[in-house]
């Protein structure tokens, strides 16, 4: 716009240098077309602008990763005139939906409508905007514009997936490690430590099929009495300088995680605590698996948008840790301050996890401090796993 500004106000000295010189009635009629033309093409752009009209749809609100949602959108012209020059440009450019929102330009004929229609499919959870972000109304000269009033956008929310974990590395309030074997059908799930013969009266949930079917006799599982300890959850949610795509794959990988291990806890009856920090401390208590769907929701939403470190979260949170507890840190950052925090849990009784996100696809691109931080959690017991960039949540954990 601003070249054919430029160009244009060369060709008007030039046409009034020209009129100024030569009196003659071509001449004057080439001047007094340069004056009225953009006066013309700035009240035909005025014309479109009130007779513009568009939709925009979405098929879904909720998914779960991995889906797609299906976006339509239509500009109508209803007038026997073009649309000289429109611009539409979408939400989702500044998010990893941008392979799919890129800006359209274009003119449409009278009595035409022109749809789109994408077919997108949400590979990372996150709460996204879907929908029309500016409408430009441009004159056939290209030397004004208009923004266009559009509607609200539309919202999506992209669920992240929920990996059943066979086994996690807790342990009990007497240091020993929890090894669960959890009930999978409707209504079960608990703990049990034995599995003995079928006494009359027993539940049928609590058939053990695989051994029923090995000693041709009903065998029961016996739920077992152990003093579970309380397993407390932290999410580093500081921002990641990395690009849109990198942290996205990182963010999502840390919410699978932290899905995975509450999913865990919760199934199998194991009070938690969830701890985070956006613009403050925040934590979520919960004790039975009904409490997990809001858990879930929460995560689902969650910007990373932190200015505070994981481990200053840690050292907020320094009324709520317990003796003999679990603790268990997903980050996708590893520093010497963090190690601190967490050598202060081990010394305080806490069995802690570590469970790291790398930005990496390989341990040795990692740097030197992180390599030393990872080597000295190993000399003091603390549990890490380690995830790398193209690792999946459900191979690692």
């Known amino acids: 716009m601003l ?31 340069l004056i009225f033309l953009p006066i013309a093409s700035l009240l035909y752009m005025l014309w479109v602008y009130a007779t513009l009209t ?6 879904k609100k909720f998914i779960t990763k991995g889906e797609s949602i299906r976006f339509l959108f239509s500009i109508h012209n209803e007038s026997r005139w073009v649309y000289p020059d429109i611009e539409v440009i979408f939400y989702g450019v500044d998010s990893i939906l ?24 949400c590979k990372y959870r996150g709460y996204y905007e879907i929908g029309i972000r500016q409408i430009y109304v441009k004159d056939f000269l290209g030397l004004f514009r208009i923004s266009c009033k559009v509607m609200n956008p539309k919202f999506v929310t992209v669920y992240p997936r929920i990996i059943p974990l066979r086994y996690f590395p807790l ?9 669960i074997e959890r009930e999978t059908s409707i209504g079960g799930g608990g703990l049990f430590s034995s599995i003995r013969p079928y006494v009359y009266g027993d539940s049928m949930k609590q058939v053990h099929w695989k051994m029923t079917a090995k000693k041709q006799e009903l065998m029961m599982k016996e739920r077992q009495s152990v003093s579970v300890s309380h397993t407390y959850l932290f999410l580093d949610l500081t ?4 690009d849109i795509e990198r942290n ?10 932290m ?12 009070p938690i605590q969830f701890i985070y920090h956006t613009k403050k401390l925040m934590t979520y208590s919960a004790r039975e698996e009904n409490a997990f769907h809001m858990l879930y929701k929460e ?9 505070i470190a994981l481990e200053e979260v840690i050292a907020l949170s320094l009324s709520q840790r317990a003796i003999r507890s679990n603790q268990v840190l997903i980050t996708a950052k590893v520093t010497y301050g963090l190690y601190q925090q967490v050598e202060a849990l081990v010394r305080e009784g806490c069995h802690v996890i570590v469970v790291y996100v790398s930005p990496y696809e390989d341990k040795l691109e990692e740097d030197e401090v992180c390599q030393s931080v990872l080597k000295a959690l190993y000399k003091l017991s603390v549990v890490c796993i380690y995830m790398g960039f193209e690792d999946e949540p459900e191979k690692v954990l």
């Open 54 to 59: 568009y939709t925009q749809e979405v098929d």
């Open 98 to 121: 941008n392979q799919y929102f890129e800006s359209k330009c274009m003119s449409i004929g009278g009595r035409e409508k022109k749809t789109y229609d994408y077919q997108v499919q």
């Open 248 to 257: 996205t794959v990182i963010e999502d990988k840390l919410i699978e995680c």
């Open 299 to 307: 995560l689902s939403e969650l910007k990373f948008d932190s200015e």
């Open 3 to 33: 070249k054919n500004r430029i160009c244009y106000g060369i060709v008007f000295i030039i046409g009034m240098i020209l009129c100024y010189v030569y009196k003659s009635p071509a001449i004057s009629l080439f001047g007094y077309t």
């Open 259 to 270: 899905v995975a291990v509450s999913y865990y806890c919760l199934r199998n009856s194991m």
């Open 239 to 242: 921002k990641h300088p990395y």
């Open 171 to 179: 342990l009990d309030q007497d240091g020993q490690n929890l090894d």
